[in-house]
């Protein structure tokens, strides 16, 4: 996975948090996987995942 500089990176500090967090049950989005949530949303953009 690829998880370019931007709100993921800004949010957790580095790069590989971000991809870390992004393929793990996420506590903040009701135990959701925030790259599943993407997947199924269109992908317009992450932006949505990291502001909750």
Do not use: H
Not at 5 to 24: H, Y
Not at 26 to 43: F, H, T, W
């Amino acid at each position: 996975m690829i998880v370019g500089p931007g709100k993921g990176t800004d949010a957790l500090g580095s790069r590989e948090l971000a991809e870390q967090w992004m393929i793990r049950p996420a506590r903040g989005l009701d135990g959701e996987v925030p790259i599943d949530l993407i997947s199924n949303s269109g992908a317009r953009s992450s932006d949505g995942v990291f502001r909750r």
